[in-house]
């Protein structure tokens, strides 16, 4: 769970991007890590396949934002056909229930 000696080698090496495959509570704490670094995600953005809404409510929006999730669904997305999907999976699994 440690991620400095990491980030101290991206430091080092200063990829263009980093493709992470780290899950589950261990992502916000590599998110937060890469930010504590003072790293930008518009110059060196995190792609994930397996990030969620739920890490990115834990890690925090401001460190969430600008990084790449190409796999999970987001609820967030602004339309009028997903908000009734959100609507009908929170009246069938709970409102505390990310989608």
Do not use: C
């Not at 504590?36 to 401001?62: R, V, Y």
């Amino acid at each position: 769970q440690d991620f400095m000696p990491v980030f101290n080698d991206i430091r080092r090496l200063q990829p263009d991007a980093i493709f992470s495959t780290v899950i589950g509570d261990a992502t916000s704490l590599f998110y937060q890590t890469y930010a504590q670094f003072g790293f930008s995600p518009k110059q060196m953005p995190i792609f994930s396949l397996t990030t969620t809404e739920s890490e990115n409510q834990a890690m925090g929006t401001d460190v969430a934002e600008d990084h790449f999730t190409v796999a999970s669904y987001f609820q967030a997305v602004e339309s009028a056909s997903n908000a009734e999907f959100v609507r009908r999976s929170k009246r069938m699994y709970g409102d505390d229930v990310v989608t």
